[in-house]
């Protein structure tokens, strides 16, 4: 898969200072089948749930992606840095794996912030990194994305300029429905080491 329009150097150029909330840097790590492996492992426990609506409207409910490995990741599309940065990362680790591995995985986006993020909003933005699939977006009401939010974690809050300061990392799901792995800002930028690890997660599971 490839064409993702931005990348990680475009975004890089052009980051105005906001304060993040990322995880710890790179550690290594072995997956089942061998190989080490770049994300930190997720804490033994049930996945959460994960029940919004796409972009057309439709529902997304993780329990029903069964078979694919799906990367959940909070954001927002006026988000001026981690988020298009990270998004770019993950284009650009899907470009590494082959068309059958690709076509298993999913991205999972959903908005921190839906009032401001209405679907064509939301579709145009994951259409700068690539196709539906594998990226979909998810929205719904702003309670709704709260609750998952705290289920998945994830932290934020309103900051100055009408931007928000969130938590960001990526949790890979594995085909299993398994949260296996997590990626903070500095733990996705080696698209190679990325796509290894999502290669590891689709066969293991």
């Given at each position: 898969?490839?064409?993702?329009?931005?990348?990680?150097?475009?975004?890089?150029?052009?980051?105005?200072?906001?304060?993040?909330?990322?995880?710890?840097?790179?550690?290594?790590?072995?997956?089942?089948?061998?190989?080490?492996?770049?994300?930190?492992?997720?804490?033994?426990?049930?996945?959460?749930?994960?029940?919004?609506?796409?972009?057309?409207?439709?529902?997304?409910?993780?329990?029903?992606?069964?078979?694919?490995?799906?990367?959940?990741?909070?954001?927002?599309?006026?988000?001026?840095d981690v988020c298009p940065t990270t998004l770019a990362d993950v284009a650009a680790a899907l470009a590494h794996l082959s068309a059958g591995e690709a076509a298993r995985v999913r991205v999972a986006f959903v908005s921190l912030d839906p009032a401001a993020d209405p679907a064509a909003t939301l579709?145009?933005?994951?259409?700068?990194?690539?196709?539906?699939?594998?990226?979909?977006?998810?929205?719904?009401?702003?309670?709704?994305?709260?609750?998952?939010?705290?289920?998945?974690?994830?932290?934020?809050?309103?900051?100055?300029?009408?931007?928000?300061?969130?938590?960001?990392?990526?949790?890979?799901?594995?085909?299993?429905?398994?949260?296996?792995?997590?990626?903070?800002?500095?733990?996705?930028?080696?698209?190679?080491?990325?796509?290894?690890?999502?290669?590891?997660?689709?066969?293991?599971?």
């Amino acid at each position: 898969m490839r064409g993702a329009g931005i990348t990680r150097r475009a975004v890089l150029s052009a980051l105005p200072p906001v304060a993040l909330i990322t995880l710890s840097p790179v550690a290594l790590r072995w997956g089942r089948s061998g190989g080490a492996l770049i994300g930190t492992p997720v804490p033994a426990g049930p996945t959460p749930p994960l029940a919004l609506s796409k972009t057309d409207g439709r529902p997304f409910d993780l329990a029903a992606e069964h078979g694919r490995l799906v990367l959940v990741y909070f954001g927002y599309t006026r988000c001026p840095d981690v988020c298009p940065t990270t998004l770019a990362d993950v284009a650009a680790a899907l470009a590494h794996l082959s068309a059958g591995e690709a076509a298993r995985v999913r991205v999972a986006f959903v908005s921190l912030d839906p009032a401001a993020d209405p679907a064509a909003t939301l579709q145009g933005y994951l259409g700068s990194f690539g196709p539906s699939p594998p990226f979909v977006g998810l929205t719904g009401s702003p309670t709704a994305v709260a609750r998952a939010a705290a289920a998945w974690g994830v932290t934020w809050r309103k900051a100055k300029g009408g931007f928000f300061d969130h938590s960001s990392f990526v949790t890979a799901v594995d085909p299993g429905g398994i949260r296996r792995l997590r990626y903070g800002y500095a733990q996705t930028q080696d698209p190679i080491a990325l796509a290894h690890d999502l290669s590891v997660l689709l066969h293991d599971a």
